[in-house]
T-cell receptor, first 112, second 113 residues
Framework: EDKVVQSPLSLVVHEGDTVTLNCSYE??????LLWYKQEKKAPTFLFML????IEKKSGRLSSILDKKELFSILNITATQTGDSAVYLC????????????FGTGTRLTIIP | DAMVIQNPRYQVTQFGKPVTLSCSQT?????MYWYQQKSSQAPKLLFH???????NEADTPDNFQSRRPNTSFCFLDIRSPGLGDAAMYLC????????????FGSGTRLTVV
């Protein structure tokens, strides 16, 4: 059974802090790893990672994948209250048809 | 704008009364997915259609069924909703790989009373 585990489950930090969110996985037929941000609605796409060691960056957010150790991290620097959300990690597998398996998410709360 | 639309946004149904949730897309994506997300839990894949081919997850209860009459529409039918089926139901579409992106609808929040 495919498994995606995120840690920590929740995190509370002050505005301006830097946070690191973790995602580890055990899946069959790995294709890619995706990060999503979810506020009280559908997930919104952040990054897709397919290759080890290549950092993806978007503003204050960055992410990297380690396919040997089977994990990814999402970094957010200089956090703002608007970063408060649940961050979901999902792994795309291809066993005939591609599909996403999600982790339970990390709930990030930024205190002003 | 091309998008994925779910109706209704909020649905209240009675215990045991059949309910249908709908999803439509203007993206012409060939794959459509239904996810169930319970409070504070990860989205869980129920089933997906690759074109007309239906793919059921092994642990999806028999109480849940789906129909895809054409490329644009997909329906989730819950034959006899129980209290444990209360959740957010998310529809997503793709062209068959993350490379092309997955697009999520805004979800339908189902309450069972």
């Amino acid at each position: 059974e495919d498994k995606v585990v995120q840690s920590p489950l929740s995190l509370v930090v002050h505005e301006g802090d830097t946070v690191t969110l973790n995602c580890s996985y055990e899946v069959t037929n790995f294709r890619s790893l995706l990060w999503y941000k979810q506020e009280k609605k559908a997930p919104t796409f952040l990054f897709m990672l397919t290759s080890s060691g290549i950092e993806k960056k978007s503003g204050r957010l960055s992410s990297i994948l380690d396919k040997k150790e089977l994990f990814s991290i999402l970094n957010i620097t200089a956090t703002q209250t608007g970063d408060s959300a649940v961050y979901l990690c999902a792994v795309e597998t291809a066993f005939g048809n591609e599909k996403l398996t999600f982790g339970t998410g990390t709930r990030l709360t930024i205190i002003p | 704008d091309a998008m994925v639309i779910q109706n209704p946004r909020y649905q209240v149904t009675q215990f045991g009364k059949p309910v249908t949730l709908s999803c439509s897309q203007t993206l012409n994506h060939n794959v459509m997915y239904w996810y169930q997300q319970k409070s504070s839990q990860a989205p869980k894949l129920l089933f997906h259609y690759y074109d007309k081919d239906f793919n059921n997850e092994a642990d999806t209860p028999d109480n849940f069924q789906s129909r895809r009459p054409n490329t644009s529409f997909c329906f989730l039918d819950i034959r006899s909703p129980g209290l444990g089926d209360a959740a957010m139901y998310l529809c997503a579409t793709s062209r068959g790989a993350a490379l092309y992106g997955y697009t999520f609808g805004s979800g339908t929040r189902l309450t069972v009373v």
